[in-house]
């Protein structure tokens, strides 16, 4: 029996991972251990916790299903390895073991561990349930908000980590899209309550109708039966496609990714893997630095708004043909089939991973989020074309377009160095809907305003609800506009709507207290 | 959340509160608002149309694996 608690070593990382199936040998060979090794590495894992036996949820349930019926006696329990940051011996461990701890040195033994694998006793597919600490901020270029609370008992202790449930898949159960479900349901749970069925049910659910052939062994499902898989837990699919010619191509993909994922919602990338299939890939979060790395991000001239995504260089995802919070790095590339950049994955590879093309994007949503980000950007549009003709010609105009809870929008308000403490006041002690789109205009790195729609409303009737000024001069340049007849006549052709044009007028009359824009009408309120 | 998306005061890339204030700001010309009515109506057209999905996707089964032999 392999010793409880070991030093994070590259021949004791392998020996924890084998089995009666998979020799040590084997396990270096097999890319995720690979990858999972190199990835504990640079987490400065020191040690590792052998937890064995340990029975997961997840593969007793596709045990059940599949395992146990079959000719050769494959377990039914599995192992876990935990990994902490610090060198801590056995003696040590034993002692926090039979210890009631305080508060202070629950904290601190929570803040040095680094996550959990659970390893199957399977053949091939020797990864499991696995649970491990996402990379640092990076002074907040990375984020990661796709990740979750994980309660976790070692033996009796009570750890916990951030992160996000990842899993290999095993092509009986599970091919790359259910697993990239099952790693989206963990995050919808956490947000929405809605339940986490195991790889063998989302397979289920997902070929109830319309698959061609036996569910399992799985070799894949199409996005209409993904998105069957989305509605049985209670959720909604947003699909974009963007297999489309070059002229039929209209919506930014980095911007929308980035639109969901900053409220936690976890996208399913659909890759186009040159001379192969389609791949399924859950994105927890993405790098967004400080400069433009690509200057569009569809082809052609798209009259699309400036966007955040043009600066979004890496997206992270649970790639089941990698491993947890893989990079895809966003690449300027003009022989894309079908957007501006391609992606270049973290999958094995002689030229250090293969360039991949972005085929659609799948994402889970709660029902009463009815707006998309493609209804929210039609609404913007004609705003920007009015508000960027009073810049000055330097102004680098960027819109920050994304979904938020409204309790959250509350929370950022109160840091929010740009508004006064009226404008606060009346902004949150006014009702909201429970979703926001919030669309912040940025010039040079600064917030000018912002536009607040209901995303709890209805599409193709005005959905912006509220513009807070943040810039006193900003919004007496708009004053002076409105109050000359033939600008006004202008701006009005262009906004094409008498509601949005009083909408417009209204916030710069309350912009010492925008709240009174939402407390005026709160029967147009989600 | 994230704390941090764009440019924060520390890079020296972003305007003050009152640099910000006493920018030189432009004049709205009606005209060349005008000329860019059609045009922007045109984007707003096809951010509509890009809801719409191709059966060249929805036909497409996702079952990318690496293939172990070539590894």
């Known amino acids: ?526 | 959340m994230p704390e941090r998306l764009s440019a924060d005061k520390e890079d020296g890339a972003v305007l003050t509160l009152d640099e910000a204030n006493a920018l030189e700001w432009r004049e709205l010309d009606p005209e060349e608002l005008d000329s860019l009515v059609e045009s922007v109506w045109e984007t707003v057209g096809k951010l509509r149309e890009a809801q719409t999905v191709s059966k060249k996707t929805l036909a497409s089964e996702i079952k990318f694996q690496v293939n172990r032999a070539a590894e």
């Open chain 1, 1 to 526: 029996m392999a010793e409880l608690v070991q030093p994070f070593t590259e021949e004791n990382f392998y020996s924890a991972l084998e089995n009666r199936f998979v020799s040590k040998v084997e396990v270096r060979r097999h890319r995720h251990a690979r990858y999972l090794y190199g990835y504990l590495t640079d987490l400065e894992a020191k040690s590792l916790v052998v937890e064995s036996p340990y029975t997961d949820g997840d593969f007793l349930d596709d045990y059940a299903a599949y395992y146990a019926k079959c000719y050769t006696d494959y377990p039914r329990r599995c192992s876990r390895i935990h990994f902490f940051r610090r060198a801590v011996s056995e003696e040590e461990f034993y002692g926090l073991l039979i210890k009631d701890l305080e508060e202070n040195e629950r904290i601190a033994l929570c803040s040095e561990y680094l996550g959990f694998i659970v390893v199957r006793p399977l053949p091939q597919a020797i990864i499991g349930r696995t649970v491990l600490r996402t990379y640092s901020r990076d002074s907040g270029r990375r984020n990661y908000e796709c990740v979750r609370r994980y309660p976790v008992n070692l033996f009796g202790l009570p750890l916990q980590i951030n992160g996000l449930a990842f899993q290999e898949q095993d092509t009986v159960l599970a091919a790359c899209a259910t697993c990239a479900l099952w790693s989206a349901f963990h995050k919808m749970a956490d947000l929405f309550g809605t339940p986490i069925p195991t790889p063998a049910a989302i397979t289920s659910q997902a070929t109830q109708s319309g698959h061609l052939g036996r569910p399992t062994p799985q070799h894949g499902l199409r996005i209409e039966q993904m998105c069957d898989g989305i509605r049985a837990v209670g959720l909604e699919a947003e699909v974009l496609d963007f297999r489309k010619d070059i002229q039929e191509q209209h919506a930014p993909p980095l911007s929308l990714m980035y639109s969901y994922l900053r409220m936690g919602l976890p996208v399913i990338l659909v890759a186009d893997i040159p001379d192969h299939d389609l791949h399924a890939i859950t994105l927890t979060g993405f790098s967004a630095g400080s400069v433009r790395v690509i200057e569009k991000e569809i082809p052609g001239d798209t009259g699309i708004i400036p966007l955040v995504g043009l600066r979004i260089d890496e997206l992270y995802g649970h790639d089941d043909q990698t491993g947890p919070h893989a990079r895809l790095k966003v690449v300027n590339d003009s022989g894309s089939k079908w957007c501006a950049f391609r992606l270049r994955s973290s999958l094995p590879s002689e030229a250090g991973g293969p360039l991949i093309d972005l085929a659609a994007v799948v994402i889970p949503v709660y029902s009463k989020i009815r707006l998309t980000f493609l209804d929210v950007l039609e609404e913007v549009t004609p705003l920007h074309t009015v508000l960027s003709r009073v810049l000055p010609e330097s102004g680098e105009v960027e819109w920050d377009l994304h979904l938020i809870l409204s309790n959250h929008y509350k929370k950022e308000l109160k840091s929010d160095p740009s508004l006064s403490s009226e404008a606060k006041e009346s902004l949150l002690l006014v009702h909201h809907p429970r979703f926001w789109w919030r669309a912040v205009m940025r010039v040079n790195g600064r917030a000018f305003c912002e536009v607040l729609c209901d995303a709890t409303g209805i599409a193709r009737s005005l959905s912006v609800n509220l513009i807070v000024w943040k810039l006193q001069a900003f919004a007496t340049q708009l004053d002076k506009c409105l109050a000359d007849p033939v600008k006004l006549k202008s701006i009005r052709g262009m906004l094409k709507s008498e509601h949005y044009l009083n909408r417009l007028r209204k916030s710069l009359e309350h912009r010492d207290q925008p709240g009174q824009c939402l407390s005026s009408c709160p029967d147009e309120q989600g």
